[in-house]
């Protein structure tokens, strides 16, 4: 009696775990080799931002606007890798205060600025032989961005400010390296796929690796295929995805379960970004910085000043080596890291109220270590988190002296997808520096996430920052 009882309830505790008919499937993203891809994005972003404050003696009100296009583009072949970023940003701020001060005389400070910014970037690797071979690299990066502000002061007298910055930046550098990081996107895509199907009782089986390859390069083939029509697009993509998965003599049931289970995931599809591999790189660099700040003031219809006041320009030239390692552990995590080492002479040649400065060349370099972790629980949302240590010697902004500084910096970004094309991001930020050099290097196209020396550098302490943003992808 005792024996059968043991046996029942053996039975009945296997059927717990055949229930669903199929097992959790097993695979290994690490693995997956991408087939080619042409990718192009364009996306729009675009915010609003007010506040009022008022207190005894004072009262504000700002208002804050921008709208900026985001391009990416990205080419993977056996013989080729090329990455392009591109962005147009313009905005405005508005201004309207008022104090008064322990005497009685009351201060306003009115008016307005714009500003705008174009930014560009391209990396291009060549491999010789191998797929992950040796290669060689022609990279480059330019920046242009400007303001004006116009603000008018009344007090003791009436004066009006008008302002002008323009500046314009720019590196290329050549490399040479030998490894590859690839994308694993499509591959996550086509395990998702399955794995929904599988919980949705519509496999006979687990799919094998050569399974979820197979479909996660047709995913790839299909999103980078050219339509005129979007509705043709997707319609194609389907019904492609559709017979490698019908092909694959797993599918049981293609009902409407089916169907919209495919659907759905494929419409958040490559809505992240995820590499597996790694590289080691060598390259020499050529980096150039010029900005002209302009000043007029008007008191009582009288132009008192009217000059310009900084002309910046600064020359460098240094060489790099740098490791980068990207892994995903598991289908939902994913661990990279890098280690850089800059190293050169630059100088900067500098105008201030119509007093040139020339300062001789100095030696610079900054070692820059950073680790990631990420967080991708399914096609809608994820997480990530990166810190990055920064040791320099250099020149200090107000060209001073030369020495140490560090930093450390820790970000953290969430994304979540409201729609396939409509997209909020939440993004927080803690440094801390202590005599940050302001002129060491850090390419404008490295890899990963770099300080951002306008949380404060030159300094001993913390700066955060904690932002939104909402974008829409216009194709």
């Known amino acids: 009696m005792l024996l059968k009882t043991n046996a029942f309830f053996s039975l009945a505790l296997a059927s717990l775990f055949t229930l669903p008919g199929v097992a959790q499937i097993d695979y290994s993203l690490k693995d997956f080799q991408t087939p080619d891809i042409h990718y192009r994005r364009l996306d729009a972003n675009t915010s609003l931002s007010g506040n009022q404050n008022n207190f005894e003696n004072s009262n504000s009100t700002v208002g804050v606007g921008t709208l900026s296009l985001d391009f990416y583009g990205y080419t993977n072949t056996d013989k080729y890798i090329g990455k392009q970023y591109g962005r147009a940003n313009g905005g405005f701020r508005l201004l309207d205060n008022e104090n008064e001060s322990p005497t009685g005389e009351v201060y306003k400070n009115k008016g307005g600025s714009s500003n705008y910014y174009l930014q560009g970037t391209a990396e291009n690797r060549w491999y010789t032989n191998q797929r992950d071979g040796g290669y060689f690299g022609l990279h480059g990066a330019l920046g242009y961005q400007g303001g004006m502000s116009k603000r008018e002061l009344t007090g003791v007298s009436v004066d009006l400010l008008e302002e002008d ?84 003599g797993l599918i049981t049931e293609a009902d409407m379960v089916y169907f919209a289970q495919v659907a759905d995931i494929w419409g958040y599809a490559n809505n992240f970004e995820r590499g597996s591999g790694s590289l080691w790189e060598f390259g020499a660099v050529g980096d150039l910085a010029y900005e002209d700040y302009y000043y007029k003031r008007t008191e009582n219809d009288s132009v008192i000043r009217d000059e310009k006041v900084v002309g910046w320009n600064d020359l460098a030239v240094y060489g790099y080596a740098r490791y980068i390692n990207q892994k995903p552990i598991s289908v939902k995590w994913q661990r990279d890291y890098d280690v850089a080492l800059y190293v050169g002479t630059g100088g900067h040649f500098q105008e201030i109220y119509n007093q040139d400065t020339d300062l001789n060349p100095n030696f610079r370099s900054t070692l820059k270590a950073g680790y990631q972790f990420g967080y991708y629980p399914n096609t809608r949302t994820y997480w990530t988190t990166r810190i990055n240590g920064f040791v320099t010697y250099g020149e200090n902004s107000d060209a001073s002296d030369e020495g140490y500084g560090y930093a450390l910096e820790a970000r953290s970004q969430l994304y979540y997808w409201f729609t396939p094309r409509f997209r909020l991001s939440v993004n927080l930020k803690l440094v801390y520096s202590d005599n940050y050099v302001a002129d060491s290097f850090i390419p404008l196209i490295d890899d990963s996430m770099v300080y951002d020396s306008s949380a404060g550098y030159n300094g001993k302490g913390f700066s955060t920052s904690l932002g939104a943003s909402l974008s829409y992808a216009l194709f």
Do not use: C, H
């Open 165 to 248: 910055d323009q500046s314009i930046n720019g590196q290329l550098y050549t490399s040479y390296g030998i490894g590859r990081i690839e994308p694993v996107t499509y591959a996550r895509l086509a395990y998702d796929t399955y794995d929904w199907l599988r919980k949705k009782d519509r496999l006979s089986e687990s799919p094998s690796n050569e399974d979820i390859d197979q479909l996660g390069a047709v995913m790839t083939e299909v999103a980078n295929t050219r339509f005129f029509d979007s509705r043709f697009k997707r319609i194609f993509q389907l019904e492609q995805i559709d017979s490698t998965l019908r092909n694959s």
